[in-house]
């Protein structure tokens, strides 16, 4: 896994589209997507929960 810490020096060095993926939840999400990430996945973090449908659209809000 790679630190939020490090993350601003991979987006900004990668030039295609890729996926945040792994330990991405409601509390990291603002994090990674004013960092650079435009796309993630969160299989985990939705399956895990005991709300998935608020968790989903927690996200989806999240991501506009």
Do not use: W
């Not at 896994?1 to 999400?29: H, R, T």
């Not at 796309?39 to 968790?55: D, E, T, W």
Request: glycine letters at 10%; a positive charge.
């Amino acid at each position: 896994p790679i630190a939020e810490s490090n993350l601003i020096q991979a987006f900004s060095d990668i030039k295609l589209p890729f996926f945040a993926i792994g330990g991405v939840n409601k509390y990291n999400l603002k994090n990674i997507r004013v960092n650079g990430a435009r796309r993630i996945a969160v299989s985990g973090a939705i399956m895990n929960s005991k709300h998935p449908g608020l968790l989903t659209k927690d996200f989806l809000k999240g991501l506009q």
